[in-house]
């Protein structure tokens, strides 16, 4: 990243903590525009906390997150109208069950951004058909498959336009061979120059897509690097005994 | 991992069959229509010697002349039908009205029991001192404080009517009751549900309005509808207030005659509105259960 570019979304030494667990413990990223940026490590590390924390749906201890220049985490900020501007899918899909899909994407639009129905509809009806789910518009969630389900979620973080996605483990919950389909999904949004914080387990798709990765262990960013080096010489022995049993398991 | 979700689809495919489908009755009825109808046979043949045994031995005991003087009488009956029967819908339009109000304000004490943050502290306090009131003070109790209570107090503007209070009463105490059943709804939706609306940019209002409170309505039906029942006998407690719905027409002419039939018909009444209720609640608890087992799978 070159030192001229305003990032788009700063952490500043957050910290976060559950209780008495320390979740984040003095986390600094930074993520510019169209820069796609993957969070790996292992079960518990943080990284969903972290992306919940950027969406506002944690609020931190200690620290400062920048959106676009402004401190978001200050005392004052309308979290709504920052959350209008970013988009985040949730491992587990997070569709309104008793919603049809496109009542699922147009709700955002029409109760937040207060964008007309027919509208909202629309567009939501461009979206899906963009994604191939033009024919399940008018489905109930549980009607579609896994992978259905979670490109229509895609879908819906993108209905509100929004500057930043982040990812949470978006193809965990899916059956192997659904994960192909999603992760086409958020390839093509990469290509578009969508800028991106996607947490994962799916090391070979980091390593074709990141600009940057950075492994994270126990709330503590360990190591980063641009995805080549990262995976092919880890420096921390961390990074390289996590990478060691990722190989192992058959996932890069 | 991918061994056992592939497993846990086939598991789930095998037990969707069309059982779950199905409810009580129809059951019932597939049942006598298939060549082995000897469960259902055996099931009407015990209930028929039950109540044959039950019958026989009231008939039997030598009692049954003067059981039936002053309880069944035919002609009582008759004679009480017409007052019963007006008082009876005195019963049931309060019974509407209550539940209406009851829905209403009930869902309000769950929701702001409910809300979240610093700023909310007061609503949440008024609401749980609220329930914890009402649910710990006994109903019969609240209909006598509000109904000779506050009419006994004249204040100018305020309605004396004991009638009205009563309601006042029911309404207060089952709302107290059906906001904790909301709130075991709003409960059973699953957090995500509502980070994934707030993600979207939706305020905490919305968040419940849109995405949180339909799935806790829905969950919450059957318990609902038992409260509906329940409060369709209650509101005959108003009687209490001198009232004249149908327990207290019936208990006048029970006072004139010296014959309880009068009593008996105020019950059958109860009971035509009760019963079929009660049953609508039953089939579609069944269907609700029916709906989640296959929307597990
Ligand atoms: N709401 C919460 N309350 C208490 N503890 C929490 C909460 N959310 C997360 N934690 C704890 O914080 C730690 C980090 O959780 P997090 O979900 O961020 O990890 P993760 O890196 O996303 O893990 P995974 O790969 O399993 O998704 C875990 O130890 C978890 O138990
Ligand atoms: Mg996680």
């Known amino acids: ?252 | 991992m991918g061994d056992s979700s592939e497993s846990g689809i086939e598991s789930g495919g095998a037990g969707s069959g069309p059982p779950h489908l199905i409810g009580r009755f129809s059951r019932l009825r597939s049942e006598l229509g298939k060549d082995d109808a000897r469960p259902a046979l055996i099931g009407f043949a015990s209930t028929l010697a039950f109540f044959g045994v039950v019958i026989w031995a009231v008939a039997a005991s030598g009692n049954w002349p003067r059981v039936q003087r002053s309880f069944f009488s035919a002609e009582a009956f008759r004679n009480a039908w017409p007052d019963v029967l007006g008082g009876f819908w005195l019963d049931l339009q309060m019974w509407v009205v209550a539940e209406i109000l009851i829905l209403a304000l009930a869902l309000l004490l769950a929701v702001l029991r409910t809300l979240r943050g610093p700023a909310f502290l007061p609503l949440r306090v008024v609401s749980i001192v609220f329930i914890d009131i009402f649910r710990g003070v006994p109903l019969l109790l609240v209909i006598f404080l509000l109904g000779f209570g506050v009419p006994a107090l004249q204040i100018p503007g305020l309605p004396n009517s004991a009638l009205v209070w009563g309601v006042v009463a029911l309404v207060l105490s089952y709302a107290a009751y059906t906001a904790e059943v909301y709130r075991a709804g709003i409960d059973s939706v699953n957090e995500s549900q509502r980070s994934a609306a707030r993600s979207l940019g939706l305020t905490q209002w919305q968040a419940l309005r849109y995405a949180v409170l339909p799935q806790a309505v829905r969950n919450v039906v059957p318990a609902l509808l038992n409260g509906l029942v329940s409060l369709q006998k209650d509101v005959a407690l108003i009687s209490v207030l001198g009232v004249r719905e149908a327990v207290r027409e019936a208990d006048i002419i029970r006072a004139r005659t010296f014959n309880f039939t009068s009593l008996v018909v105020a019950a059958v009444l109860f009971l035509l509105a009760s019963v079929p209720l009660a049953r609508l609640a039953d089939w579609y608890s069944a269907r609700d259960r029916a709906r989640r087992s296959q929307s597990a799978t």
């Open chain 1, 1 to 252: 990243m070159s030192k001229d570019v305003i990032p788009q979304i700063t952490l500043d030494n957050v910290h976060k903590r559950f209780g008495k667990r320390e979740v984040l413990i003095g986390i600094d990223l930074e993520v510019a525009e169209h820069e796609v940026i993957c969070l790996i490590g292992p079960s518990g590390c943080g990284k969903s906390t972290l992306l919940r924390c950027v969406n506002l749906l944690e609020r931190i201890e200690k620290g400062r997150i920048l959106f676009g220049g402004i401190d978001i985490t200050a005392p004052g900020v309308n979290e709504n109208d920052i959350r209008k501007r970013m988009g985040i899918v949730f491992q587990a899909f997070n569709l309104f069950p008793h919603m049809t899909v496109l009542e699922n994407i147009t709700l955002g639009p029409r109760r937040a951004h207060g964008i007309a129905k027919v509208e909202a509809e629309a567009r939501g009806r461009d979206l899906l058909d963009g994604f191939g789910l033009g024919d399940k518009a008018d489905e109930y969630p549980d009607r579609l498959s896994g992978g259905q389900q979670q490109r229509a979620a895609i879908v819906r973080s993108l209905m509100g336009d929004p500057e930043v996605l982040l990812f949470d483990e978006v193809t965990s919950a899916l059956d192997p061979e659904l994960v192909g389909e999603v992760l086409g999904v958020i390839r093509g949004l990469a290509e578009r120059g969508m800028t991106m914080i996607l947490a994962t387990h799916e090391m070979g798709f980091a390593r074709d897509v990141a600009n940057r990765v950075h492994f994270m262990h126990e709330g503590k960013i360990l190591e980063s690097g641009p995805p080549a080096e990262l995976f092919k010489s880890p420096k921390a022995e961390r990074t390289q005994q996590f990478l060691k049993r990722v190989i192992e398991a058959g996932r890069l």
